[in-house]
């Protein structure tokens, strides 16, 4: 069975850093290329940061210098590190997986999903 368990998010002012964690099950990480995306409020979903085989990552220009995706191929995890965190950060965060080559920014290339961890940023 597949899943994939998000953690770490939390109540944090701003400024502050918060670490999410991807916990995956039922496949193996190393063939997939992993993303994170968000969802605020009202608005839809978001690509934040994304990872590939390599290692290799990319992020959107609103969270640039501020998050680092990272991935552990032998936990079968991955990791956002968000630091200098802002009010506009606050959302739910998801992760995501995909065999696709191609298009790591776009939400209809990934084959699953997390449920979510919501990161709340105060002032």
């Known amino acids: 069975q597949v899943q994939l368990v998000e953690s770490g998010g939390g109540l944090v002012q701003a400024g502050g850093s918060l670490r999410l964690s991807c916990a995956v099950s039922g496949f193996a990480i190393n063939t997939y290329r992993m993303g994170w995306f968000r969802q605020a409020p009202g608005k839809e979903l978001q690509f934040v940061a994304g990872v590939d085989w390599s290692g290799a990552s990319t992020y959107d220009d609103s969270v640039k210098d501020r998050f680092t995706i990272s991935r552990d191929n032998a936990k079968n995890l991955v990791a956002l590190q968000m630091n200098s965190l802002k009010l506009e950060d606050t959302a739910v965060y998801l992760c995501?997986?995909?065999?696709?080559?191609?298009?790591?920014?776009?939400?209809?290339?990934?084959?699953?999903w997390g449920q979510g961890t919501q990161v709340t940023v105060s002032s």
């Open positions: 995501a997986a995909t065999s696709v080559y191609g298009g790591i920014r776009l939400l209809s290339v990934y084959d699953y």
